[in-house]
């Protein structure tokens, strides 16, 4: 997650952002997008077909091996090892995401940044101009969700820019880079549209959110 200085400079990057272009910039941090109970069991019975295919093999090149345990040498290793990968999948994310299926990553994560900014009442500035930059971490995932004031003027592809970079960042280091990198986009992309401020500049929090779980 992000540290405490990391937040400080986040929150000023905002506030600088925002003060050029007028649009306001709320970004998070969630740990996981949903709790994904399936990817334990995934583990588990992944590593118990390939550690039963092991056994039956063995037990066709060598039927002597089991001996007089023959139950004992066949049920063990298969839940040993089926119990070591669901393990596994609770205590390492990177092997955990080898059981998502990117279709369920990328619902879960959209998902989330949509009712994210529902929650915190993104969608209730004066001037409808409000972006939310998502990053979840155990997804690997940046989502951005824009309010319909800025559709008119931001296209489709300058969202996906901004989530590109984000992205980038995020595969080459940590959060609080990958914010910064999608920020930089951001204010670039605005300023380009023509962006500037009128009104007030300052309807929502500066400071990143943040979540330990969904």
Known sequence: MLTSSDKEAVTARVAALEARTGVQVVTAVVDKADHYPELPW????LAASLAGLVVVTLDLMR????GEYVAFAHVLPVLGAAGASALAAILFPAYARV???PER???RARHYAH??????DLCATRTRR???LLVARFERKVELVADRGLHDDVHADDWRSVVAATT???SRGGCAAALFAGLDRLEKVLTERGLRPHGPIDELPDEPLEAARA
């Open 42 to 45: 995934k583990a588990f019975a």
């Open 63 to 66: 039927p002597d091996w089991t």
């Open 99 to 101: 059981f998502l299926r």
């Open 105 to 107: 990553r990328d619902q």
């Open 115 to 120: 009712a994210l900014f529902l929650d915190h």
């Open 130 to 132: 409000a972006v939310l």
């Open 168 to 170: 980038s960042a995020l």
